[in-house]
């Protein structure tokens, strides 16, 4: 179990794009009610779409979060680009994806690919998960932060099962570099000497999950050994649901499909829902751990 020198806050939230329930879109209110955290993972950050006037929401809310350590990972990459007046191109990339921000540092990144399913006229996207291996006062840990697709259980299933097994493997294939040869000059054209991100066994897996707690996807999470830090309680009883029910946004019944997950070496210390922010469809999870 770790030790903390402090709690350490998590909150993972599907921002939605900044496409609140009253379908206005509003950055600065999305990123206020989750700030404090000291761990923020969030999902479906734009850059360059049309929707959000081509804004690039990722460098937005690191000016709104200027003392945080961030990082991006796109699900989506594709061409954007403008050819101008004087054929010169202004490259552009239209991107979304998934953000972690962090009080810590951020000692390495990673995006992991997740298997996308051929779902005919049914939209499916690239799905990914953004890790980050983050430097906390007592010890570096990995938090995996990732978005699973909506269209069908069966592509969820066989995404969650890839990345649970890259989970595994990814312990013992080790950090971002490895390896002790070389002279000093070797060693510093390689900056070999730097502090070596470690690939640690500790870690948060949170997101949205687009499963519920009974379905077979979160039944596996589960059974790989995460336990989900959420509980019902006499102190959580009054917000229960992280994607409530708005038939003006296609949803027809509230449902708990975002969860932080953590490995056997963190304890809950308590968890909850935001039930009140209306700034998504859906509702930021929390956790403080030890």
């Known amino acids: 179990m770790l030790s903390f020198v402090s709690l350490l806050s998590v909150v993972s939230y599907n921002i939605q794009y900044s496409l609140g329930a009253d379908c206005r879109y509003n950055l600065g209110r999305s990123i206020e009610r989750i ?4 761990i923020i993972c969030l999902q479906e950050i734009d850059r360059n779409w049309r929707r959000t006037h081509m ?4 460098a937005e809310i690191q000016q709104l979060l200027p003392d945080r350590y961030c990082v991006f990972g ?5 061409d954007a680009s403008v050819v101008q007046s004087d054929g010169s191109i202004k490259n552009l990339r239209r991107q979304g994806g998934q953000m972690i921000a962090s009080r810590f540092p951020i000692m390495s990144s990673r995006v992991i690919h997740l298997p996308k ?12 998960a953004l890790e980050a291996v983050i430097a906390t006062p007592d010890k570096q840990i990995r938090v995996i932060n990732l978005h699973l697709t909506d269209v069908t259980e069966t592509n969820r299933i066989t995404q969650i099962q890839s990345l649970l097994k890259q989970c595994a493997a990814a312990t013992i294939e080790g950090g971002a570099w490895n390896g002790d ?12 000497n730097d502090i070596v991100p470690l690939m640690p066994k500790e870690i948060i897996l949170t997101g949205d999950f687009n499963d519920e707690p009974e379905s077979h996807v979160i039944k596996l999470v589960t059974d790989a ?7 019902l309680s006499p102190a959580t009883a009054a917000s229960t649901s992280t994607f ?5 946004q296609g949803t027809d019944r509230d449902l708990r499909i975002d969860f932080i997950f953590v490995s056997p070496h963190f304890e809950t210390v308590n968890a909850s829902i935001d039930g009140f922010t209306d700034a998504s469809d859906h509702q930021p999870v929390w956790a403080t751990l030890q």
Do not use: C, L
Request: glycine share 6%; no cysteine.
């Open 74 to 78: 796109p699900s989506i990459d594709v």
């Open 181 to 192: 040869e070389g002279d000093d000059e070797y060693r510093e054209h390689w900056q070999m």
């Open 244 to 248: 409530k029910k708005n038939p003006e």
């Open 225 to 231: 050994g995460f336990s989900d830090t959420w509980s």
């Open 35 to 38: 700030r404090d955290a000291d």
């Open 55 to 58: 804004a690039d929401q990722f």
């Open 117 to 128: 399913d051929e779902t005919g006229i049914n939209m499916n996207m690239w799905s990914v």
